[in-house]
Every structure is written in C-alpha cells, then in structure tokens.
C-alpha cells in the first residue's frame, strides 16, 4: 500500500518563473492538503481539495492555485514566483470523515534564486 | 500570539533521558496531532488523541482539553529520537474539513 507521494523531490526556479507540484494520496483517500513551511517554521496550511474542487483556504494570494483529478492526485502551482516562495511543499491525504488522520508525503523542496 | 505555541525550541538531552515536549493552545480543537520530521522534511504522524493519554513503545502522548496543553514524553531517549517534534491541532469549527495549525516545532539532539 503506497503511502502519500510527491514529485518532485527537489526543484530550482527562477523569480517570475511557474512551477507545479504534484502529490499522490494514500490509497483509499480521496482529500488532499497543502502546505508550505518555510526554514525554521511549521507549516503553514494553503488549501484542501476534495471531489476535484477547492474545499478551503489558507492565507495565500491567488497565485497559489491548485487542481485535483478524477483519481484524487492533486497539483499545486505558484505563478510569478517570489524568493519568499522558497520552502517545503507538503501534501497531505485523509478521508473527508475523518480529517484529523491526516497522512504526510514527503515533500518538495522548492528554492527560488 | 501564535494559536498553537511549543516549548522548548531547542532540547539536549543525552542518551537515556526522560523528554518531556510541551504544547499549549488557545482555540477550541477536535484533535491534536504530535509529528515527526526528521532532516530532509518527511513527516511522520505519532499521535493523533482527542483525549488522555497515548503510548506507543518509549513515546507517551497527553493532552488536557481544559487546560488545552497537550505532552509528548520520550523515555530512554536515544540518538535516533533526535528530530523536530511537531504539534498541530484540527480546529473545531462544528464542521472543520480538516485545516490543521500547526507549531513551530521543538528540535531535539539526543547525545551519545
């Protein structure tokens, strides 16, 4: 049973440039969480998906924006990319009755230059 | 002030120490998560309790709802223990989909 995946691992981008993330929930699961956590930081909710639609939202400006398939894969994508942006990517998958059992990919590093 | 707040930030201890990880909150919760995130960012959830206590092998997990604080124990600490140890907790919304707020972290090194 594959647990939750993300691609990918590491990733460079440029300021101004776009990027997509994209996550792989439990078997099973059909909501997904993201969220970014800066160095030093814990991390910080973005949004969750849930029947291919946005379920909620963090504080994040618009060009966070995500999307979610018919199989529950998800992707997130930061246009107009800002140094700020730099952080780990975490993607998140539960049921939708049960939202604190909540199970962690590992992640994507981005770091904007 | 941040809604969820762990103490301490940074924690030595040398092997076989008792750990004790604390966390406080100042909103209505459903359920608090304790998490593991070792260097290179994956996390791991240890704990997810409503209510009293949790254990599971050397980690103990307790949380007061009234208090709203919420311990992670480590017994017979080891060098593999060394970590950030993370508390978050699902608000209670009477309907909350599962945003969880999360605390900065305690990051713990545990000495041969």
């Not at chain 1, 400006?61 to 994508?77: I, V």
């Not at chain 1, 780990?88 to 049921?95: I, R, T, V």
């Not at chain 2, 223990?81 to 305690?106: E, H, M, P, R, W």
């Amino acid at each position: 049973d594959a647990g939750v995946t993300q691609s990918p691992t590491h990733l460079i981008k440029t300021r101004g440039q776009q990027v997509t993330l994209r996550c792989s929930p439990k078997s099973g699961h059909d909501t997904v969480s993201w969220y970014q956590q800066a160095l030093g930081q814990g991390p910080q909710f973005i949004f969750q998906y849930y029947e291919e639609e946005e379920r909620q939202r963090g504080n994040f400006p618009d060009r966070f924006s995500g999307h979610q398939f018919p199989n529950y894969s998800s992707e997130l994508n930061v246009n107009a990319l800002l140094l700020g942006d730099s952080a780990l990517y975490l993607c998140a998958s539960s049921l939708p009755d049960i939202p604190y059992e909540q199970y962690f990919g590992p992640g994507t590093r981005l770091t904007v230059t | 002030k941040n809604e969820v707040e762990q103490s301490p930030q940074n924690l030595t201890a040398q092997e076989g120490e008792f750990i004790t990880i604390n966390c406080s909150y100042s909103v209505g919760i459903s359920a608090l998560h304790w998490l593991q995130q070792h260097p290179g960012g994956g996390i791991v959830s240890l704990f997810m309790l409503s209510s009293g206590k949790k254990k599971h092998g050397r980690l103990i997990a307790t949380i007061n709802i009234q208090e709203k604080h919420s311990s992670l124990h480590i017994t017979a600490s080891h060098p593999r223990d060394s970590a950030v140890y993370i508390c978050a907790v699902l608000l209670d919304y009477g309907g909350s989909q599962g945003n969880l707020i999360f605390g900065k972290g305690t990051k713990l090194s545990v000495k041969p």
